[in-house]
């Protein structure tokens, strides 16, 4: 189980949205990436053959962490701040 | 150094590949040269569409034109029987879903325009029928209500681009073929009672003989020609597909449209396929002579106006993550009609190109193996001699 | 209509569109990021309330960053993606550009690709595992979003930036089990031969030096001659991280070991993002120690494409003094192109500090150089995933030139058996297809070829393409 942690320095104000229908808090500023994975998400999504996936690269080339948000898909998490309200989902087929 | 064999192929598409399977299959000592890869032109990049009924560019210039492109009808009708049994005869896994094509209409006048066009494709012995909005909406509730009749053949479906041409050239390779990838064909020359190609790299080329030479060459046709002395004219038409992202699936026919340019289905992977017909700009020398060798351009406007008439008879398309826009270059003939039979004035040398060669490819290739045994093909080819284009 | 369309805000990028700016032409610049810096100068976002981040050991980092963000004549677009180039009937270029939902063209009579590079992916037993990633990712979460990426790392690599990502992640209070190099540290004659190369870049070694300081003082065990041979995890236990000792040909020699960590951190160096150019028709060069495929290109760094000019990684990863000089160039020369002359002084200095950095650069390629052929020989058993998006396994791949031996090239490989036709458009497996090719023809990896890029470059909704006639 990874154990990603924020450090404690100064962030932005509370933004709270939904991850699979669970509140997930986070701050103005952070990506989709940074939030889910401080929240110990195990997994953005799962491949065709059930096998979950965390962001690999963090800078928008390797697709691993894309995200279904307010019902569009692939979006990557990496390259997404986060937003009041959005409702974030895993991609029904990576 | 020389070696002789009794077909040289010319090109490793699907029509060359087949052909060599299907001239090693009875004996010949067959030797197929392509100057790239297997299956990375035209064969590899078109849509996989396996349409019969007449397409969208052979109705937009008019019923006359529709009936002399029905002339191709019987190629039609033969190559919607040889795919469904090539995955049994090649023993490959070819995939091929002949699970129906719909062509539909929007307007009354496309309407009208498909009814005709059924009518003339019924004579020649198509099994295409209209269906109204009550019958799309039991055999495709996927289309948008916009769509109002369609005709519906249910020969028409899809095989696998990606797969299908190098399938047969490992068919070809076990019926005894050989294939020389990376080795173009650089000059080609009567000898004695056959030919004599040489092929290969800049630095070695190689002398090889043949009894009967088969340009299989697609865009590269009129060049083969041209070192033949033949004259075999060829149109190249660039156009641009595009590939989605994959998806539960959807759509269980292959979609064309009887008032634009579309063509819709869903390969077996689950991406969506999206093509019909849009240009791309081939790049062109000075002289305009178009270089086959250089990629194509995609064009804004094919990409927008490709997208937006999928999506208006598929709404949800515009959220689907399109991967991935390309471009094959096919050819066509100046009446459309392809162009099959012995190169003119060039004994023991066939040829077979021009329009939906991946639809018709083993058509052509059932023919040019029975030309190349000096049998009577089983299909009239005198509509596509290339003799029609002889000069003088 | 802008005068110049300049892809990617890192220092080449920025370099560019400040010497553009200054001859007075009009420049736009497009980054997927929400700021500019570029990978290498990763900041916290605006809303940490900070201006600027670490960009030891690039002095000159912050002072490029103020001027490009405040002059009047660079406009930026950021969280957009450049996704494929297009050119009009009538001979106008212009980006098709994306907000992940809508598309756009933006027009420019020149185009500057400072699109940089990306982690080289190296494809072993238990590489796609939640939990194993880039060094690139742990750093960039590191610098720019502060979120420590696990309690337990392994860093394991071969690039020289490894140590500085370590001391990083140290200082920061995590705990490193292990630190596996590939190769030995440089040694006294290595050093010695690099000398010459070092003026002007005295700092790079500088931040090296300090960083294995720091290592040591946290007693962290440095591995040398070791290389990654596989991950295994259990449920969502610790990843257990097998480690090999190898030999100077990075051949695995005695046994594995285990260590136990949450995140395992990979850096054998920077593959270049050239999707861009290819799509657009520039040509490439094999360049192996320069990163792979790098886009060809003049003295003035102008490629095969008329309008469009390349600086930075793209043309051979040198890191960012390089593709800052690479930069000022490209912009003056594009300034030139555009009938606008530069100023005398600014040539002779981004001339210099071109050369400067060309035999610094040259010297770290050379140190470098990832060994690719043991590289991809990590992904021989057969169960081993190459292509991370559609999970095509080295098992299918080898089947595939096996039943297929006509079968030579990495585009041909592609369309066989679906490797590098997922969403991340091939860039994850491409240099493992090519090298395996390679290795079963017993030919080079140059021969293999790569793999063609098609527009989108990056997928985008194909509502998208609805708005590229507009």
Known sequence: MANFHRLPVARGRPVRFTFEGAPVDSFAGETLATALLAAQVGAFGHTREGNPRLPFCNMGTCFDCAVQVDGRGLVRACLTDVVEGMVVNMQEIK | ??????????????LGCATAWMIAREGGRVLLLERDQINQHASGSNAGSLHFQLEYRMIEGGLDKARKAAEAMPLHLDAAELWADLPRLTAEPIVVKQTGGLMIAETADQVRLLEQKTEIERAWGLDNRMIDRAGI?????????RVIAAAHCTTEGKADARTAGPAFARAALAAG???????????LSRRGRGWSVVAGSDESPQTLQADTVVIAAGV??????????????????????????????????LVQHAGGRLSLKQALDGNILIGGGWPARLLRDAEGTP??????????????????IAMGVLPRLAGVPALRSWVGTTT???????????????????????GSAFTLGPSFAQALAALVAGRQPLTDLRSFDPARYAKG | MHDVAIVGAGPAGMAGALQLARAGLSVVVIDEQARAGGQIFRRPPEEFGVRHGQYRPYGWARDLIEDFEEHPLIETRFRQTVFGILRDPEGQISLAVSDGQRGTRIKARRVLLATGAYDMPVAFPGWTLPGVMTAGAVQSLLKSQKLLAGRQIVVAGSHPIQLILAAQLLEAGADLAAIALARDLPGFLEMARTLPAIPGNVSIFTEALRAMAVIARHRVPLLRRTLISAVEQTGEGPLRISLRKVDAQWRPVGTAREFEADVLALGYGFTPSTELARQAGCALSWHSAGGGWTVQHDDNFRTGVQEIF??????????????????????QAIAHSLGVGADPLEVNRA???????????????????????????????????????????SGQLEDALTCNPFLTSASAAKLECRTGMGVCQGRYCEGTVAARIAMHHNTQIAQAGHFNAHLPVKPVPLGAYGDLDH
């Open chain 2, 1 to 14: 150094m020389t070696a002789h064999f009794d077909t040289i192929i010319i090109g490793g598409g699907l």
């Open chain 2, 137 to 145: 909406e039991r055999i495709a509730p996927y289309l948008s209500d």
């Open chain 2, 332 to 354: 066509i003939t100046p009446d459309q009609l392809p162009l099959v039979g012995p190169v003119p004035g060039c004994p023991g040398a066939f040829v077979a190109t021009g």
């Open chain 2, 220 to 253: 590269w046709t009129t060049r083969m020609g041209q070192m033949m002395g033949a004259d075999l004219p060829t149109i190249p038409l660039a156009l641009m597909m595009t590939v989605t992202q994959r998806m539960a699936p959807l759509i269980g026919h």
């Open chain 3, 351 to 393: 001339q210099a500090l071109l050369k400067s950095s060309e035999r610094f650069a040259g010297v770290m390629q050379t140190m470098f150089e990832p060994n690719r052929t043991a590289l991809a020989d990590l992904s021989h058993h057969s169960a081993t995933v190459i292509c991370r998006c559609e999970e095509i396994t």
């Open chain 3, 310 to 331: 390349v600086a930075g990684e793209q043309t051979g990863v040198a890191g960012a003094g390089r593709a800052h000089a690479e930069g000022l160039v490209a912009g």
């Open chain 2, 177 to 187: 073929a050989h294939i020389r990838t990376r080795s173009e064909v650089r000059a």
């Open chain 2, 291 to 308: 270089d086959f060798d250089a990629k194509p351009q995609l064009e804004a406007s094919s990409l927008a106006g490709n997208a937006r």
